[in-house]
């Protein structure tokens, strides 16, 4: 019996130390890295984030900064990921809540336009006034924003600065959404 309760006691204490060292180098390590990711973020906070044009998704010119005086969602999302997917009808509502104040910046990491285009189909309203699409094939914007997953999120103050950056999906369109935006717009 008592072989029993050391085998016992030493395969919790083993397992124990192994979740302990999981934990320590695999997740605290990412949060220990991330100095170089929060001087980027932080530049972005005191500086702006930088510009970018290109088409969007239905083929109009699109630059950022054509977007100066309006709060920007960035959105960095997917059409395989459902978290992505299931994000989408609150910020489409968030966006019209504003009535053109509020833009919301869709950027897809999907690597064609069929997977895009078959997406859209399931939200018409992401072509409307208040939501662009914007293809990134190349991950290029991705890579500016050190996006590590999707959705990824980017709230942006009337003069392009970063105010928050949102990692994994939420429900958009809630009074705690609504009342941070307005008084970004104030």
Known sequence: MKAHLKAIISVLA???????GFKYFFIDNVVH???STMSSIETMKIG???????????????????LKGKVVILNFWASWC???????????KLAQNFHGDVKVIAISG???????????????ELHGEHIKVITDF?????????????????????????VKKIS???DWYNKDSIDYLSSLLR
């Open 110 to 124: 999907d690597s064609n336009n069929e997977d895009i285009a078959a997406f859209l189909k399931s939200f018409p």
């Open 138 to 162: 190349d991950h290029s914007r991705m890579k500016i924003f050190d996006v590590a997953r999707l959705p990824e999120t980017f709230i942006l103050d009337k003069n392009l600065k970063l």
């Open 48 to 66: 702006g984030v930088p510009n970018f044009s290109g088409k969007t998704f239905s083929g109009e010119d699109f630059s950022l900064d054509q």
């Open 33 to 35: 890295q991330a100095p």
């Open 14 to 20: 083993l397992g124990g130390i192994v979740s302990w």
């Open 82 to 92: 459902t978290p992505c997917v299931e994000e989408v009808p609150s910020l489409i």
């Open 168 to 170: 994994g999906a939420m």
